[in-house]
């Protein structure tokens, strides 16, 4: 993330109220923008098109597939998408341009393998069992493989610094997304959900074909190199675990209160919990800005000093190494704490303002008991994953790995004890497990500013290391002779 810091530093750096405001807008373009534009087209579509006048079972039907949409193309992405941008980030390194090609074209045929053999089963049940229109399931499918396809070619042009592109061609897929469904229901009289999911399919394949063509734009070489990059899988497994189980924890409290007497079932298929589901939305809407927080601050200060720590390791004094290593940690202190400041404030007046103006627009009852405990325990997990975030700056894979490990069996054990207990203590299941997942990152932090000397000099090894029988450990032999 380093390409926007200088930017960043730029805006930010005049000290002015209207600067300040730039500076935040244009942090949330190239974070959080894609994602408030499929939101934003998604309501203008339900709105125009009478998507509330329709019946209950047809809008659950709609609600329930764009859901699963999301959720599993995340999950299904997740094991890959770490690994990735490590090859990627060391190969840019090397100025080794030509190994990206062969980095995608693997990474593309691992990714969309896995999410077929998920989704493939499912479809044929929602058709067997769920007797749903097979046109219908057709275009689930689609939608589902088509934002697996998003989500994978975004990890490219993220790495090159390409956020503001990113956000441009989902506001042109998003775009075309509401203009096609006003065409398919107005001139081929199609049905409302169908149309809707039509047009959002067409938006995610104009999306990812656009990123598609400006990654083989920037990249036109190919090495060849695939095995180089199944090699990566082998070697960072740890990145894979990581990855994966922090997405699953942020969705595991859901399917456990999928199993609950709460659930709701879809035409025998779909599983979901309507009021806690929603409650998970709003808090973590809540919290979003955390991530623009954190990237504006990391980019325009923490950055720099672990570059200069960097630079001292390869040609500086002793005396270097430590002054720069203690400003570093001094100034990872600071941007942890001056997050949880700063997003504490923007979630407890967003909070406040949510429980005053929701209930006018229908969202009251069940869904604001459930939404401030989730609220709680989305503000820890944002600050936990900047710490895991940190754990990457120094390679600390392990550490990461625990941390994901322990904040999703934390999460899921606690959501499984707070089904047992009242409405109102229904998300302390996050609120454990991210307090968890916190503490275990903020002890390896600590281990890692201790033991940072040995974990960079002293982890090379003299000999390379080889698969075959081990030599003897017999280095010298004397040999007395007889006079």
């Known amino acids: 993330m380093a390409g926007i810091g200088i930017r960043l530093n730029k805006i930010f750096g005049k000290n002015t109220i209207t600067t300040s405001m730039f500076g935040f807008g244009y942090s949330m373009v190239i974070t959080v ?24 079972s047809e809008r659950e ?29 060391d190969v840019i390194y090397r100025e080794e341009y030509e190994n990206i090609l062969p980095c995608y074209y693997i990474g593309l045929i691992m990714n969309i393998t896995l999410s077929c053999l998920v989704g493939i089963p499912f479809c044929i049940w929602e058709y067997v069992v769920g007797h749903v229109w097979i046109f219908y399931v057709f275009m689930g499918f689609c939608g589902y493989i088509a934002l697996v396809l998003v989500f994978y070619s975004m990890l490219y042009l ?69 095995r180089e990059v199944l090699r990566y899988f082998k070697k ?49 809407f809540t919290n979003i800005s955390a991530s623009v927080i954190f990237i504006a601050r990391v980019e325009m200060h923490f950055h720099e000093r672990y570059k200069y720590y960097s630079e001292a390791v390869i040609g500086g004094r002793g005396m270097d190494i430590e002054n720069t290593k203690s400003r570093m940690f001094s100034q990872l202190s600071d941007e942890l704490m001056n997050l949880v400041r700063i997003q504490f404030i923007v979630t407890v007046v967003v909070f ?10 229908g969202f ?63 998300g302390l299941g996050l609120v454990i497990g991210a307090s968890v997942g916190w503490s275990m990152a903020y002890h390896r932090l600590r281990v890692m500013e201790k033991t940072l000397d040995v974990h960079i000099f002293c982890n090379g090894s003299i000999m390379d290391r080889g698969v075959g029988k081990k030599p003897s450990s017999k280095v010298y032999s004397k040999v007395l002779k007889r006079v």
């Open 61 to 89: 039907l709609y609600a329930c597939t764009v859901l699963y949409i999301f959720i599993f193309s995340l999950l299904t992405a997740s094991p890959f998408n770490a690994v990735l941008s490590k090859y990627m980030s």
């Open 352 to 361: 406040f303002l949510c429980i005053i103006l929701l209930p006018k627009f």
């Open 236 to 284: 960072y497994w740890q990145l894979v675990a990581t990855n994966f189980l922090y997405i699953l924890g942020l969705y595991v409290h859901n399917f456990v209160f999928w199993n609950t007497d709460m659930r709701l079932v879809v035409v025998k298929s779909f599983v979901c919990n309507q009021p806690y589901d929603m409650a998970t939305c709003l808090a973590m």
């Open 158 to 226: 993220s790495i090159c610094k390409d956020y503001k592109k990113i956000s441009l061609f989902f506001f042109i897929g998003m775009l075309a997304a509401v203009f096609l469904s006003f065409v398919f229901v107005e001139i081929f009289h199609l049905s409302v959900i169908v149309s809707m999911l039509m047009a959002l399919d067409i938006g995610f394949v104009i999306i990812a074909c656009l990123e598609n063509s400006l990654i083989r734009s920037y990249f036109r070489k190919n090495s060849g190199k695939y």
């Open 33 to 56: 923008a894609p994602m408030f534009l499929v939101i934003m087209a998604i309501m203008v579509m339900q709105y125009f098109l009478g998507f509330s006048k329709l019946g209950y």
């Open 364 to 426: 009251g009852g069940m869904v604001m008991k459930i939404y401030p405990c989730l609220t709680a325990g989305y503000f820890i997990m944002f600050i936990m994953y900047s710490a895991i975030i940190f754990l990457y700056y120094f390679n600390d894979l392990t550490g990461a790995l625990v941390t994901a490990l322990s904040f999703c069996m934390a999460t899921m054990i606690g959501s499984i004890i707070a089904t047992f207990l009242p409405v109102i203590w229904y």
